[in-house]
């Protein structure tokens, strides 16, 4: 008889953005960060964007917000 084991996985139970509001003035930028809950999850991969690139951009990578012009973006 042989046995197959199943790896177990531990999935994400939350992300936290170390800040929740962002205000930038045109040309200026800010870096957010996210902590993956739990520490030991299996993918704790995040990547960034922005709802509207003509108010803020974001680099998916690095979490680097700059600010384009007045507006509103999430």
Do not use: C, F, H, I
Request: cysteine-free; overall charge positive; proline content about 4%.
């Amino acid at each position: 008889m042989m046995a197959k084991v199943q790896p177990t996985v531990v999935p994400v139970t939350g992300v936290s953005v170390s800040k929740s509001k962002l205000e930038l003035k045109e040309g200026k930028a800010a870096t957010l960060t996210a902590t993956v809950k739990p520490s030991n999850a299996d993918n704790k991969g995040v990547y960034w964007v922005s709802s509207d690139t003509g108010v803020a951009t974001v680099d998916r990578d690095t979490g680097v917000v700059t600010g384009v012009k007045q507006g509103t973006a999430t």
